[in-house]
């Protein structure tokens, strides 16, 4: 369908051009397009030969024709009692493929001709001015929503696996931004497209409530919805996009302790498993260093050198064979505490040693003893129990660990520890790093802040910039892009934004977007977002049905594992 024609009343290039809608003297247009639209425009050079350029609609504008006319001239022509005067409608393009029949591998870069004919891209077309078809042809396709006309969109896998790139981050305002309910959606599509091909692995932080210790549950207004309208436009969405509108399966959930005598999981569900660390799991893995303050550490060299000192005797202490029976190995923190302050013991003789005063010693104590209340005690636990182990290598396992019930300082403690044994494992075995690894923690910007230094920080800083070549991937979100640290969310190849305040916006970490884009950010609703990709020619605002799985403890409430209305629509 022909919705216009290239109009030279603007200036045009290869890479944006202008629509002036088609319209009757005096008639509004016949069809007015929607943003978000994909149109084409076959012209031809003689020396170029025939050539198509697809673009996307960006903007649409009208206005009178030809001048500005003052108030009450507007209101005459309105009331029909003065000249005539032309309604004009404008749309603006913006080109996201080129196509020449001489020049198949190098299309050239040139405008189009004014005056050439507009078509509304339909159907496979769409697919091809975005560049969907050369991915689906290669079986790189990732379905991550639904264009505004209804057709699905995708994104590359190359930029989220490694080959071209990887990492992606959420960022948009808590409560309007939907930005649990995508990263879990975009799961659930790689977890559909990737089946049969590569086993991913998921290990997902539960940073806040218990909202994803139930994924292997029904959704109890996803399910009340199935017999709605809205219902039936979620299930076209899913079935549209490919995607099983059903539960996570093969899931296994991690909880704290309940308390510093109990091995039960402090979580509303009781199936969970519960985690910590022993002595030597905690100083193998280099665990203890997480616990202090790093700008503390960098001013004072005394407590630096205090707790390497300890570090090295209890590494010492592990590698002998009857370490378990060791008096000199803590048992856990408060254990470690005593071997301290003990003048008796060995560790304090190598403290004294070593040069360092007595009120280091006292302060290193009670640095320990603060983050011994703060959470490390149910962290750092003397039962040898192989059962305390977080299980995350099986391959196309999803790992829930819950950090909700802990203090920022122990959270940063737990995710540290996770990463590292994941960084390990992955440059101990060669066969492993085929296996992509998938992070999903929401708060980004806590564990990985752009105005402070921290051990946590600096392990998510090596996993982004080295975790794309280990197959580590790392998927963020945060309310403000801006708050996380530049090198980590400038690695993201996949950036995805949700609803977000106008002040935000204005910040270079939203510089990809358009400036249309900004302002349509700043409206987004529930289930609406803006995806960038270099795969992309510009960003692409897409929407995702409601997710299937139950993301609030509130949520909860169906006991069926199947959905009886699957793709009954």
Not at 64 to 87: C, H, N, S, T
Not at 134 to 163: C, S, T, W
Not at 251 to 268: D, G
Request: glycine share 6%; aromatic share 10%; no cysteine.
């Amino acid at each position: 369908m022909i919705i216009g024609y290239v109009t030279g009343s603007e200036r045009t290039s290869p890479y944006e051009f202008y629509i002036r809608m088609n319209s009757k003297l005096g008639k509004l247009p016949d069809y007015v397009p929607r943003i978000g639209e994909i149109v084409k425009v076959p012209f031809e050079y003689k020396n170029q030969g025939k050539i198509v350029i697809y673009g996307v609609i960006t903007e649409v504008t009208s206005s009178w024709d030809g001048y500005q006319m003052p108030g009450f001239e507007e209101r005459l022509v309105i009331e029909k009692k003065a000249k005539m005067a032309l309604r004009t409608f404008t749309a603006k393009a913006i080109t996201t493929r080129v196509i020449s029949e001489k020049n198949k591998f190098n299309p050239p870069d040139v405008p189009p001709i004014p005056g050439s004919a507009v078509y509304l891209a339909e159907d496979e077309e769409i697919a091809t001015g975005l560049s969907f078809d050369e991915i689906m042809e290669k079986e790189r396709a990732l379905p991550v929503g639904i264009l505004d006309n209804g057709y699905p969109a995708y994104i590359d896998l190359d930029y989220i696996l490694g080959e071209n790139g990887a990492h992606i981050n959420i960022s948009g305002q808590s409560g309007v931004a939907s930005k649990t309910s995508y990263m879990t959606f975009l799961m659930r599509s790689l977890i559909d497209t990737l089946k049969g091909k590569v086993d991913p692995i998921f290990i997902v932080f539960n940073v806040k409530g218990q909202s994803l210790m139930f994924l292997d549950e029904v959704s109890r207004k996803w399910k009340n919805s199935l017999k709605t309208a809205q219902g039936k436009r979620w299930l076209e969405m899913y079935k549209a996009l490919g995607i099983d509108p059903k539960p996570f399966e093969n899931i296994e959930f991690y909880a704290v302790r309940e308390n510093t005598i109990s091995t039960k999981p402090n979580s509303l569900r009781s199936s969970a498993k519960t985690y910590w660390w022993n002595t030597k799991e905690f100083f193998e893995n280099d665990l203890f260093e997480l616990i202090f303050d790093p700008d503390e550490l960098s001013r004072n060299s005394n407590l630096m050198l205090a707790v390497v000192t300890v570090e090295e005797f209890i590494l010492e202490r592990l590698e002998r064979k009857n370490w378990k029976s060791d008096k000199e190995v803590p048992k856990d923190s408060n254990d470690l505490v005593q071997l301290i302050a003990s003048k008796e013991s060995k560790l304090n003789e190598r403290l004294q040693s070593e040069g360092i005063h007595k009120s280091t010693v006292k302060l290193l104590q009670r640095r320990i003893q603060l983050a011994s209340k703060s959470g490390l005690e149910l962290l750092w636990h003397r039962d040898d129990n192989s059962n305390n182990k977080i299980n995350w290598k099986e391959k196309g396992r999803i790992t829930v660990v819950d950090i909700s019930r802990l203090r920022t300082k122990m959270q940063a403690v737990v995710v540290g520890a996770i990463l590292k044994d994941i960084i390990k494992a992955k440059e101990k075995n060669a066969s492993f790093i085929d296996i992509p690894v998938f992070i999903l923690i929401d708060e980004l910007n806590k564990y990985s802040p752009r105005s402070e230094k921290s051990e946590i920080a600096s392990i998510f800083r090596d996993v982004s910039e080295r975790g794309r070549s280990f197959g580590i991937i790392l998927m963020g979100a945060e309310q403000t892009a801006s708050e996380v640290d530049y090198r980590v969310v400038t690695q993201a190849s996949t950036t995805i934004v949700g609803r977000q305040k106008w002040v935000e916006l204005q910040k270079s970490e939203y510089g990809h977007l358009l400036p249309e884009q900004k302002r349509k950010a700043a409206t987004l609703g529930k289930g609406e977002m803006i995806v960038d990709q270099p795969f992309l020619r510009i960003p692409i605002k897409i929407s995702f049905p409601f997710p299937a799985w139950v993301l609030s403890e509130k949520d909860r409430g169906s006991n069926d594992k199947e959905i009886e209305m699957l793709y009954e629509v």
